[in-house]
Protein backbone atom coordinates (compact mmCIF):
# COMPACT_ATOMS: atom_id res chain seq x y z
CA UNK A 1 0.00 0.00 0.00
CA UNK A 2 1.40 3.55 -0.43
CA UNK A 3 2.77 5.49 2.22
CA UNK A 4 2.11 9.25 1.70
CA UNK A 5 4.22 10.14 4.95
CA UNK A 6 7.11 11.36 2.65
CA UNK A 7 4.90 13.58 0.83
CA UNK A 8 2.97 14.64 3.89
CA UNK A 9 5.67 15.92 5.88
CA UNK A 10 6.26 17.84 2.43
CA UNK A 11 3.89 20.66 3.45
CA UNK A 12 3.78 19.79 6.60
CA UNK A 13 0.26 20.47 8.62
CA UNK A 14 -0.38 22.43 4.83
CA UNK A 15 -0.54 19.63 2.79
CA UNK A 16 -4.34 19.18 2.43
CA UNK A 17 -4.13 22.71 1.39
CA UNK A 18 -1.67 21.78 -1.11
CA UNK A 19 -3.66 19.03 -2.50
CA UNK A 20 -6.67 21.37 -2.50
CA UNK A 21 -5.56 24.23 -4.15
CA UNK A 22 -4.06 21.73 -7.21
CA UNK A 23 -7.36 19.76 -6.98
CA UNK A 24 -9.27 23.00 -7.86
CA UNK A 25 -6.91 23.31 -10.51
CA UNK A 26 -7.36 20.25 -11.56
CA UNK A 27 -11.33 20.12 -11.76
CA UNK A 28 -14.18 20.91 -14.25
CA UNK A 29 -14.68 23.85 -15.76
CA UNK A 30 -15.97 26.26 -18.23
CA UNK A 31 -14.24 28.32 -21.07
CA UNK A 32 -14.99 31.37 -19.17
CA UNK A 33 -13.43 30.38 -15.67
CA UNK A 34 -10.60 29.21 -17.54
CA UNK A 35 -10.06 32.63 -18.90
CA UNK A 36 -10.32 34.46 -15.48
CA UNK A 37 -7.71 32.42 -14.18
CA UNK A 38 -4.46 34.54 -12.80
CA UNK A 39 -1.78 32.41 -12.63
CA UNK A 40 2.21 33.44 -12.68
CA UNK A 41 2.38 32.18 -15.94
CA UNK A 42 -0.57 32.82 -18.00
CA UNK A 43 -2.37 30.48 -20.34
CA UNK A 44 -2.65 31.42 -24.02
CA UNK A 45 -6.32 30.62 -23.73
CA UNK A 46 -7.51 31.41 -27.42
CA UNK A 47 -6.47 28.33 -29.28
CA UNK A 48 -5.95 25.36 -26.58
CA UNK A 49 -9.66 25.89 -24.84
CA UNK A 50 -11.37 26.64 -28.73
CA UNK A 51 -9.62 23.29 -28.96
CA UNK A 52 -10.43 21.76 -26.03
CA UNK A 53 -14.49 22.87 -26.35
CA UNK A 54 -14.62 21.92 -30.20
CA UNK A 55 -13.29 18.30 -29.08
CA UNK A 56 -15.98 17.99 -25.82
CA UNK A 57 -18.42 18.92 -28.45
CA UNK A 58 -21.85 19.76 -27.22
CA UNK A 59 -22.32 17.05 -24.50
CA UNK A 60 -21.25 17.29 -20.90
CA UNK A 61 -17.13 17.00 -20.40
CA UNK A 62 -14.61 18.13 -18.59
CA UNK A 63 -11.69 20.58 -19.34
CA UNK A 64 -8.57 20.46 -16.99
CA UNK A 65 -6.35 23.73 -16.21
CA UNK A 66 -2.95 21.63 -15.36
CA UNK A 67 0.51 22.88 -14.27
CA UNK A 68 3.26 20.50 -16.27
CA UNK A 69 6.16 20.28 -14.46
CA UNK A 70 7.60 18.22 -17.20
CA UNK A 71 7.19 21.28 -19.06
CA UNK A 72 7.23 23.86 -16.97
CA UNK A 73 3.93 25.45 -18.36
CA UNK A 74 0.18 25.38 -17.84
CA UNK A 75 -1.64 23.31 -20.36
CA UNK A 76 -5.50 22.94 -21.26
CA UNK A 77 -6.81 19.40 -21.60
CA UNK A 78 -10.12 18.40 -22.70
CA UNK A 79 -10.69 15.35 -20.71
CA UNK A 80 -10.03 13.59 -17.87
CA UNK A 81 -8.77 10.26 -19.89
CA UNK A 82 -6.08 13.06 -21.46
CA UNK A 83 -5.65 14.43 -17.51
CA UNK A 84 -4.63 10.43 -16.73
CA UNK A 85 -2.24 10.95 -20.14
CA UNK A 86 -0.45 14.03 -19.06
CA UNK A 87 -0.45 12.47 -15.54
CA UNK A 88 1.49 9.59 -16.42
CA UNK A 89 3.52 11.21 -19.02
CA UNK A 90 5.18 13.16 -16.01
CA UNK A 91 5.66 10.18 -14.16
CA UNK A 92 7.13 8.16 -17.41
CA UNK A 93 10.77 8.20 -16.56
CA UNK A 94 11.52 7.39 -20.37
CA UNK A 95 9.62 10.49 -21.57
CA UNK A 96 12.21 13.73 -21.70
CA UNK A 97 9.46 15.98 -22.72
CA UNK A 98 5.68 16.00 -24.46
CA UNK A 99 3.29 18.42 -26.37
CA UNK A 100 -0.27 18.37 -26.41
CA UNK A 101 -0.75 22.53 -27.31
CA UNK A 102 -2.87 22.00 -30.77
CA UNK A 103 -0.29 24.71 -32.55
CA UNK A 104 3.04 22.89 -31.91
CA UNK A 105 1.06 20.00 -33.04
CA UNK A 106 0.06 21.25 -36.27
CA UNK A 107 3.24 22.94 -36.74
CA UNK A 108 5.37 20.10 -36.02
CA UNK A 109 3.55 17.46 -37.84
CA UNK A 110 3.08 19.78 -41.04
CA UNK A 111 7.08 20.49 -40.59
CA UNK A 112 7.09 16.57 -41.72
CA UNK A 113 4.77 17.09 -44.36
CA UNK A 114 1.64 15.52 -42.71
CA UNK A 115 -1.20 16.62 -43.59
CA UNK A 116 -4.58 15.02 -42.09
CA UNK A 117 -5.88 14.32 -38.59
CA UNK A 118 -3.65 15.20 -35.81
CA UNK A 119 -2.45 13.28 -33.09
CA UNK A 120 -3.36 14.42 -29.37
CA UNK A 121 0.11 14.81 -27.95
CA UNK A 122 3.34 14.41 -29.22
CA UNK A 123 6.25 12.65 -26.89
CA UNK A 124 9.92 13.23 -27.11
CA UNK A 125 11.68 10.06 -25.44
CA UNK A 126 15.17 10.33 -23.77
CA UNK A 127 16.17 7.59 -26.31
CA UNK A 128 15.87 10.12 -28.67
CA UNK A 129 13.06 8.49 -30.60
CA UNK A 130 9.11 10.41 -31.02
CA UNK A 131 5.96 9.09 -30.12
CA UNK A 132 2.51 10.13 -31.54
CA UNK A 133 -0.82 9.47 -29.44
CA UNK A 134 -3.81 9.37 -29.81
CA UNK A 135 -5.95 9.63 -26.79
CA UNK A 136 -9.33 7.96 -26.85
CA UNK A 137 -12.01 6.30 -24.71
CA UNK A 138 -12.72 2.95 -25.70
CA UNK A 139 -16.29 3.46 -26.10
CA UNK A 140 -14.89 5.63 -29.35
CA UNK A 141 -12.31 3.35 -30.49
CA UNK A 142 -14.00 1.22 -31.84
CA UNK A 143 -16.07 3.50 -34.22
CA UNK A 144 -15.23 3.69 -37.71
CA UNK A 145 -13.91 7.28 -38.11
CA UNK A 146 -11.56 6.62 -35.06
CA UNK A 147 -10.23 3.58 -36.45
CA UNK A 148 -9.56 5.27 -39.71
CA UNK A 149 -8.21 8.20 -38.21
CA UNK A 150 -5.54 6.06 -36.63
CA UNK A 151 -4.82 4.56 -39.62
CA UNK A 152 -3.76 7.98 -41.18
CA UNK A 153 -1.78 8.83 -38.14
CA UNK A 154 -0.02 5.45 -37.71
CA UNK A 155 0.99 5.80 -41.82
CA UNK A 156 1.96 9.62 -41.04
CA UNK A 157 4.01 8.22 -37.82
CA UNK A 158 6.02 5.79 -39.72
CA UNK A 159 6.70 7.77 -42.38
CA UNK A 160 8.58 10.55 -39.82
CA UNK A 161 10.28 7.47 -38.04
CA UNK A 162 8.46 7.44 -35.15
CA UNK A 163 6.11 5.65 -33.34
CA UNK A 164 2.53 5.61 -32.72
CA UNK A 165 0.02 4.33 -29.89
CA UNK A 166 -3.40 4.70 -28.39
CA UNK A 167 -3.74 5.89 -24.69
CA UNK A 168 -7.34 4.56 -23.53
CA UNK A 169 -9.16 3.66 -20.63
CA UNK A 170 -7.26 0.44 -20.33
CA UNK A 171 -4.19 2.12 -19.70
CA UNK A 172 -5.52 4.31 -17.32
CA UNK A 173 -6.68 1.43 -15.61
CA UNK A 174 -3.45 -0.39 -15.69
CA UNK A 175 -1.27 2.35 -14.34
CA UNK A 176 -4.28 3.33 -11.63
CA UNK A 177 -1.81 2.94 -8.81
CA UNK A 178 1.21 5.22 -10.22
CA UNK A 179 -1.86 7.70 -11.35
CA UNK A 180 -2.70 7.89 -7.70
CA UNK A 181 1.14 8.43 -6.63
CA UNK A 182 1.32 11.14 -8.85
CA UNK A 183 -1.92 12.83 -7.73
CA UNK A 184 -0.46 13.46 -4.43
CA UNK A 185 3.12 14.60 -6.33
CA UNK A 186 2.13 17.11 -8.92
CA UNK A 187 0.60 19.36 -6.67
CA UNK A 188 3.71 19.70 -4.90
CA UNK A 189 5.73 20.19 -8.15
CA UNK A 190 3.40 23.05 -8.73
CA UNK A 191 3.01 24.73 -5.83
CA UNK A 192 7.09 24.97 -5.12
CA UNK A 193 8.55 25.49 -8.40
CA UNK A 194 9.03 29.29 -8.17
CA UNK A 195 11.07 28.66 -4.51
CA UNK A 196 12.69 25.96 -6.55
CA UNK A 197 13.89 27.96 -9.22
CA UNK A 198 14.92 30.82 -6.98
CA UNK A 199 17.39 28.38 -5.48
CA UNK A 200 17.84 25.37 -8.56
CA UNK A 201 21.88 25.43 -8.12
CA UNK A 202 22.01 25.01 -4.58
CA UNK A 203 19.57 22.43 -4.41
CA UNK A 204 19.92 20.44 -7.54
CA UNK A 205 23.69 20.04 -6.00
CA UNK A 206 23.04 18.83 -2.68
CA UNK A 207 20.60 16.20 -3.78
CA UNK A 208 22.94 15.17 -6.64
CA UNK A 209 25.76 14.98 -4.07
CA UNK A 210 23.13 13.25 -1.83
CA UNK A 211 22.06 10.38 -4.17
CA UNK A 212 25.82 9.43 -5.46
CA UNK A 213 24.55 6.01 -4.19
CA UNK A 214 21.28 4.49 -4.01
CA UNK A 215 19.42 5.75 -1.38
CA UNK A 216 15.98 5.99 -0.20
CA UNK A 217 13.00 9.19 0.00
CA UNK A 218 13.05 8.50 3.98
CA UNK A 219 17.19 8.88 3.87
CA UNK A 220 16.89 11.83 2.47
CA UNK A 221 14.22 13.55 4.71
CA UNK A 222 16.57 12.56 7.51
CA UNK A 223 19.19 14.48 6.00
CA UNK A 224 17.62 17.29 4.52
CA UNK A 225 18.36 20.56 6.56
CA UNK A 226 16.25 22.56 3.97
CA UNK A 227 12.54 22.53 3.71
CA UNK A 228 11.83 19.14 2.91
CA UNK A 229 9.10 20.18 0.21
CA UNK A 230 11.93 21.99 -1.62
CA UNK A 231 14.01 19.38 -1.53
CA UNK A 232 11.09 16.80 -2.73
CA UNK A 233 10.46 18.56 -5.86
CA UNK A 234 14.20 19.37 -6.83
CA UNK A 235 14.31 15.47 -6.40
CA UNK A 236 11.53 14.62 -9.01
CA UNK A 237 12.37 17.19 -10.99
CA UNK A 238 15.95 15.86 -11.64
CA UNK A 239 14.33 12.56 -12.26
CA UNK A 240 12.02 14.36 -15.04
CA UNK A 241 15.16 16.03 -16.46
CA UNK A 242 16.84 12.24 -16.82
CA UNK A 243 19.45 12.55 -13.87
CA UNK A 244 17.98 10.00 -11.28
CA UNK A 245 16.00 7.34 -11.44
CA UNK A 246 13.07 5.82 -8.80
CA UNK A 247 11.16 3.31 -8.63
CA UNK A 248 7.82 3.88 -8.49
CA UNK A 249 7.37 2.43 -11.30
CA UNK A 250 7.39 -0.99 -9.90
CA UNK A 251 7.05 -0.21 -6.53
CA UNK A 252 3.95 2.58 -4.72
CA UNK A 253 5.79 5.99 -2.85
CA UNK A 254 6.79 5.48 0.62
CA UNK A 255 9.78 6.35 2.85
CA UNK A 256 11.49 3.75 1.07
CA UNK A 257 11.14 5.09 -2.44
CA UNK A 258 14.70 4.15 -3.94
CA UNK A 259 16.17 6.89 -5.19
CA UNK A 260 19.32 6.28 -7.54
CA UNK A 261 22.06 8.20 -10.74
CA UNK A 262 20.26 7.69 -14.19
CA UNK A 263 23.26 5.21 -15.18
CA UNK A 264 22.28 6.33 -18.88
CA UNK A 265 20.94 9.69 -18.92
CA UNK A 266 19.50 9.40 -21.63
CA UNK A 267 19.00 5.20 -21.86
Known amino acids: MPNYDCIKVVAGGAFVKFATRWMALAQSMDAHQANIIKSRAPLRPSRALRSALA ?14 AKNDRDIVLPSDLELAHALLLEADETVKAYDTDPDRVIAYVEREGYLGSKPDALVTLWS ?11 ADQGREHAQMQAEIQRRAADAAGAEWSWFTDDHARAKERLLHDWLHIAPVLAQTRLDVKARW ?3 AGWVLAATREPTTLGQ ?11 VFT ?9 RLRTDLESEPISPATVVAPREQRHG
Open 55 to 68: KRGRGVGTITYFFS
Open 128 to 138: GRSRYVEVKYL
Open 201 to 203: EYL
Open 220 to 230: LQRRAVDPWEL
Open 234 to 242: TIFRLVQMG
